[in-house]
């Protein structure tokens, strides 16, 4: 919180998965628009980077190598700042954590929905122990 003043801020989308990213379907590495505008919000810019990078991990090998792909596409556009590459990582954890508490929450107020709603928990879980152990390995090799 207390480098969160540091951070430039601008309008984010707040949602970017694969289910509100359009690409080209003649160039699938290209994103051609964007839909769902309910979570936009006005906050720091690397929260958008943040969410992106915790739904672009899924299904991926090295989670983290995807999270570097991902960075490099956005690198073009908007070059990050040192402060907001120090909190991408927390940011990460955080969006992957309300992933799992959001959908947990609304499965026990739904309980009727609540295979619906709790689907991908495991999947989400997953990666945020691939994540510790990445995480751990680089600062306990020190």
């Known amino acids: ?10 309008v984010v989308h707040n949602d970017f998965n694969s289910e509100n990213i359009l690409v080209d379907p003649h160039n699938p590495n290209r994103v051609s628009g964007i839909i769902d505008f309910g979570d936009m919000v006005r906050a720091p810019r690397i929260f ?5 990078a915790s739904y672009m991990m899924e299904g991926e090998e090295v989670p983290v190598e995807a999270i570097f792909h991902m960075l490099e ?3 073009g556009p908007a070059n990050l700042r040192a402060q907001e590459i120090d909190v ?14 959001i959908p947990t929450w609304r499965a026990r107020l739904f309980p009727d929905q ?3 709603l709790l689907h991908k ?12 152990d990445v995480f751990q390995t680089a600062f306990t090799d020190r």
């Open 1 to 10: 919180m207390p480098k969160r003043a540091a951070l430039p801020v601008q």
């Open 48 to 52: 958008d980077v943040a969410v992106c």
């Open 88 to 101: 991408l990582y927390p940011c990460i954890i955080t969006r992957l954590a309300v992933r799992l508490v």
């Open 114 to 116: 609540a295979d619906r």
């Open 73 to 75: 596409g956005y690198a």
């Open 121 to 132: 928990n495991d999947l989400v879980r997953g990666l945020l122990a691939r994540l510790n």
